[in-house]
């Protein structure tokens, strides 16, 4: 972050004054002076690369270059429609092989791409569907004929199903029809996005549903362990190493329809991510948000905080603090919350908070009001901010304190807060160098690999050829800064973060 000292308004003005007094148009070191000036104050805009990195740079702005002058700009478009752009973009490969740090905006039941549930998960013995009235379906694992639920065909076990479309030779491609059926109902994916979603509240109901579909089989708790192993290894994968998770930390089933509760979830949570540490050793590890819809009443919230504040005392090491998800505009605002709220800091007891704020276009209602709140409960960071920009005293005051923003633009896309990511408002405030992190949000749900996607649309949708290896050095570093680990593992974690990177541009340059 940059701040205008006095050195750089005298020079400006001494400029401006020789400038004046020789009457020959605008002086050129002036304007090379503001040019400078309005750089640095950019994300990255005061990070000095070094000479590797500089012929790296040199190769990035050609290749975005190359990007911005195509016929088709895939961040001007939506991500189902730009999404095969990107998959091209020398950019985006790039992107790819960079070490991104961390995820710190992540949801438990979208991390994994939905081919992995199809294809690992449905095939499962005792797994059971039904179809629903509004042509989506439900899944339940069970060692006999589940109970039927309301609005739903009776339940068949999928394995006799499959058998019995495979045997029908008049439906030999059904099989392929009904996996592609499954993925279509797990994701928001469809070829028309602005005629199938017209409005933020078809999108968010459709959100719902393939969250629905999704439940059934994750929440199975065989499945619950893969589901979060996988996930940390497709984040793995895709060069994080460290992952943050807004956990629902739902009850689990067993097949005999015995249930767990959170606590056998956040035990779940911290077996794998030992597990997956020790097979992945250069893998950080990952830590729960735990989160729970705002539409609970302030007596559920109470309960809801103290349970949090007992799993947080329990599972110190993996626990990071609380949230409130689900669509903010339809949901209950913080301040209705603010007894429950209060009830850590009443009791001595340290919960941080990570809430989600201002994702929302709907300007001056209570809603809008939860970035300020967000603030005075003294959240650690702000998921979303979308509505920032609008709230000058509130940006004033998340910039003072360093709460960083967790920017998450296709999510923002797609559901319909904006529609050009050069439009976004992130674009406004990473150019003042406001504190920033990029993440996914719900990648599996919008077909996008962990990470990249979205570093790819923030880098080339929201600074242009304006942005450059310092801006992406930045974001990473400060995906690790901002995060919730503790500060001598986060000061290794970023040690590390930078072998990485100049392993990274030493191997981009051959
Ligand atoms: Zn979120």
Not at 394 to 401: D, L, Q
Not at 481 to 504: C, G, H, M, N
């Amino acid at each position: 972050m940059h701040t205008v000292t006095l050195r750089d308004l005298m020079r400006i003005w001494m400029l401006f004054l020789w400038c004046a007094s020789c009457n020959c148009g605008p002086d050129p070191r002036k304007r090379e002076a503001l040019i400078r000036l309005e750089a640095s104050r950019r994300t990255g805009g005061n990070i000095t690369l070094n000479e590797r990195e500089k012929l790296l740079d040199g190769k990035l702005q050609k290749l975005k270059q190359h990007d911005m002058e195509a016929r088709q700009f895939p961040p001007s478009m939506h991500f189902f429609k730009a999404k095969h752009l990107i998959d091209q973009s020398p950019v985006f490969s790039l992107l790819q092989k960079m070490p991104k740090g961390a995820a710190l905006h992540v949801h438990d039941f979208a991390m994994v791409g939905v081919d992995w549930l199809v294809k690992n998960v449905t095939y499962r013995e005792n797994c059971y569907v039904c179809f629903t009235h509004e042509q989506t379906v439900r899944f339940i694992f069970s060692s006999g004929q589940p109970a039927s639920r309301p609005h739903c065909s009776s339940w068949t076990l999928l394995r006799s199903l499959r058998e019995k479309i495979i045997k029908s030779s008049a439906f030999l491609d059904r099989c392929c029809i009904i996996k592609l059926y499954f993925i279509r109902n797990l994701t928001l994916f469809t070829e028309d996005p602005d005629r199938a979603y017209p409005s933020q509240d078809t999108v968010w109901k459709r959100f719902k549903q393939a969250f629905l579909v999704a439940y059934g089989l994750v929440t199975y708790a065989p499945v619950f362990k893969d589901y979060l192993y996988e996930g940390l290894r497709q984040f793995y994968e895709d060069n994080i190493m460290y992952v943050e998770i807004r956990a629902l930390l739902p009850v689990t089933y067993e097949l005999d329809g015995k249930l767990n509760n959170k606590d056998w979830s956040m035990r779940a949570c911290q077996d794998v991510v030992r597990r997956f540490t020790a097979n992945y050793p250069d893998f950080l590890g990952a830590r729960v948000i735990f989160t729970v819809h705002r539409g609970i009443n302030a007596a559920e919230a109470v309960k809801t905080v103290e349970e949090a504040m007992t799993l947080h005392r329990n599972y110190p090491d993996i626990m990071a603090g609380f949230d409130f998800v689900g669509q903010e505009d339809l949901g209950r605002p913080l301040w209705y919350f603010k007894d429950a709220l209060s009830l850590p800091e009443d009791r001595g007891v340290n919960l941080p908070y990570f809430f989600h704020a201002g994702e929302t276009d709907s300007q001056g209602t209570d809603v809008d009001q939860n970035l300020m709140d967000a603030l005075l409960f003294n959240t650690t960071r702000i998921g979303h901010g979308f509505a920032l920009a609008r709230h000058p005293v509130v940006k004033e005051m998340s910039r003072k304190m360093d709460v960083p923003l967790e920017v998450c633009p296709i999510s923002n896309q797609v559901l319909k807060l904006v529609s050009d990511l050069r439009d976004h408002p992130a674009a406004v405030l990473m150019a003042e160098g406001h504190p920033v992190v990029i993440s996914s949000d719900d990648p599996a749900l919008f077909g996008a690999t962990a990470l990249s996607h979205d570093f790819y649309e923030a880098f080339m949708g929201f600074g242009g050829m304006s942005f450059n290896l310092g801006t992406l050095k930045e974001l990473v570093i400060n995906s690790l800064r901002y995060s919730s680990l503790p500060s001598q593992t986060k000061k290794k974690a970023i040690e590390v973060l930078l072998v990485k990177w100049d392993k990274f541009v030493s191997e981009s340059l051959l």
